[in-house]
């Protein structure tokens, strides 16, 4: 994705954390759910973890490389 479609998503992160990973990894992803429940329980925790999520965590790249061994 473009630079300009990630500060939209980390705006709308800002103002709705859950909406903000909901379109970038989905409605049904754990992070989502991860998101509404920090957002439930705080604001500001919500916030923080959707704008990791959105520029941290790379929801294109396969689940076999984030469990691969490290000596593999």
Do not use: K, Q
């Not at 970038?24 to 998101?35: A, D, K, N, P």
């Not at 704008?51 to 965590?57: G, L, S």
Request: hydrophobic residues 50%.
């Amino acid at each position: 994705m473009g630079g300009a479609a990630t500060c939209c998503e980390i705006l709308i992160a800002i103002l709705l954390p859950p909406l903000g990973v909901c379109f970038r990894h989905g409605c049904c992803s754990v992070e989502f759910l991860i998101c509404l429940v920090l957002t439930i329980l705080g604001y500001i925790p919500g916030i923080i973890y959707a704008i990791y999520v959105i520029v941290a965590v790379n929801h294109d790249r396969p689940d076999h490389e984030y469990w691969r061994p490290i000596n593999a």
